[in-house]
């Protein structure tokens, strides 16, 4: 890494849980000096402006959390076993997601559907690659003769992801990870009932 691109790095980690904390909206230009310790005009000769640190730190939280997750998940000898650890590394880290203000999927969402659009792209692509990565455990699930031939792998997906976010969402804002835990239980519910075969 070149020195520009290890400060580019370094006000991309040291912001990066100030917006998944306060949003767009709520980080301030002093918000992001304080945490770097670097002047404004350090940080506009690696950004060109806010709105290209805030994506940049969106990109930073959700690519972090897709690795923690897929590191759960990999190395699990079956389909079942990959679903059962999605729910498991959100029964094993509510704790750090919610100090950490929350999903950055989820947050960011909120922002970028009715006027963040310069995230929205991002997001989206986010939720597209988390319902591509349950689709495909899902796939070999049913290739693999574990899950039913005829479940609807999108539909499954979606729901999964409705719930895990909506869990967050109730749990946090209630200060009650048990709401969080009622929605990771209902899909080990769902997964035993209407899938496995």
Known sequence: MSKAEKTRQFIIEKTSLIFNKKGYSGTSLSDITEATGLTKGSIYGNFGNKDDVALAAYEYNSTS???RIKISVSGKATAYKKLVAFTDFYRENWKAIFESGGCPLLNTAIEADDHLFFLKASVQKSFQNWSDTIVQILNEGKNNNEFKKTIDTTY????????IEGGILLAKISD?????FLALDRIIKIVDNEIIK
Do not use: E, P, R, T
Not at 156 to 163: D, K, N
């Open 176 to 180: 009650n990870q048990q709401l969080l």
């Open 65 to 67: 959390l897709n690795k």
């Open 156 to 163: 499954y997906a979606h729901s999964f992801i409705m719930l």
